[in-house]
């Protein structure tokens, strides 16, 4: 193995691409430790109460890859699930021990979580340097994957207003429970069949009474909070400030920021105050929302009990009148919020 100091990487086209470091080539092959082969199952035990019984799981193909993490598709006690291998990095004990840290505390929410629009834990296997979380298979994939196969600006606004109200449910729910998620974005909402929203990944989540600052944080700059870019202390108003940029996302089907690199979102995020364009065709009472809820101060940005209310009443009234959001007018709030909670209610000026 030491003779190795590199070796060719060839992509599908057959040309070579860039040499893998020594590290780089020792953690790949150190995959194939615990993936005997397609269809093979794990090696490992456990004796935590969500260890996984390794003799039934088995692996099939592979379709997402992250930095750390390989994410296949597999079976599980005849069901079908996502299996989510992480990796320990050899050669750097600090980010092993951090990996390791996320993997306990994704477990530990994962396990409690029960919930419609909250991707469901079936069981996980702790054995360093590999770890393995087991979830619900949903078929579509990720929002984003499924968001960047449309044209842009193409989805129909009952459709944004179902897919929105899936994701705030299940946020408000994580909230309810102290929790937050401080990585929510398409990439981590997944979709069924039914185009039901999960929301899913929980690696760098934490309780509110113990998230503390986010010094040494690292998430999606294109996402993130100003709070938390700047490494300063955040509450869960940091997820409301990301749902305002998913929104973004759902009304237009674009990456946010996607002529900038994440640097450079994350600067003009703070420095500038800079958001996604909202288009011209973006609908008034979406527009006053994600403005509210990608405000620069977090005491602005609504709860997300307040976003479902405020959802709900538009998927009523576009149930009633589907030109409703064309003759829409914050002048009609008092109409369309006769029964909200005064608290709600003065926040939208009704």
């Not at 615990?34 to 090696?43: D, H, N, P, R, T």
């Not at 100003?226 to 990456?255: C, N, Q």
Request: charged content about 20%.
């Amino acid at each position: 193995m030491k003779k190795f100091h590199c070796f060719k990487q060839i992509s599908n086209n057959g040309k070579l691409e860039r040499r893998l470091s020594l590290g780089e080539y020792e953690r790949a092959v150190s995959w194939s430790k615990y993936l005997v082969s397609s269809g093979a199952e794990i090696k490992g035990e456990g004796e935590e109460e969500w260890s996984a019984d390794m003799s039934q799981l088995f692996i099939g193909n592979k379709f997402a890859t992250g930095k750390h993490s390989r994410i296949y598709r597999g079976i599980y006690k005849h069901r079908d699930v996502a299996i989510k291998l992480i990796s320990q990095p050899q050669e750097d004990g600090h980010l092993a021990a951090l990996l390791e840290k996320q993997f306990s505390s994704e477990v530990s929410l994962l396990f409690r979580l029960q919930h419609p629009n909250i991707i469901t834990f079936v069981a996980a296997c702790k054995k360093p340097p590999v770890f393995c979380i087991i979830t619900e298979y949903l078929a579509v994939g990720s929002l984003r994957k499924y968001l960047h196969q449309q044209e842009p600006y193409s989805l129909p606004l009952n459709l944004v207003l179902k897919l929105a109200l899936d994701i705030a449910r299940g946020m408000q729910y994580l909230h309810s429970l102290g929790i937050l998620h401080r990585d929510l974005k398409s990439e981590n909402l997944l979709l069924g069949e039914d185009m039901c929203v999960k929301v899913a990944d929980f690696g760098i989540s934490c309780l509110e009474s113990q998230c503390g600052s986010a010094k040494g944080f690292t998430s999606t700059y294109r996402w993130m909070a100003p709070e938390m870019i700047k490494e300063k202390h955040h509450t869960k108003k940091v997820d409301v400030y990301s749902f305002g940029i998913v929104l973004w996302e759902l009304l237009t089907a674009l990456t946010p920021f996607d002529n900038m690199t994440p640097e450079q979102a994350a600067f003009a995020v703070c420095q500038k105050n800079a958001r996604p364009p909202l288009p011209s065709t973006c609908p008034v009472a979406f527009r006053r929302l994600i403005n509210r809820c990608w405000s620069s101060n977090p005491n602005k940005r609504p709860h997300f009990e307040e976003i479902v209310n405020i959802l709900e009443v538009y998927a009523a009234s576009i149930e009633q009148d589907p030109e409703f959001f064309l003759s829409y007018s914050p002048s009609n709030d008092h109409i369309l919020f006769p029964c909200l909670p005064k608290c709600i209610a003065a926040s939208l000026g009704v």
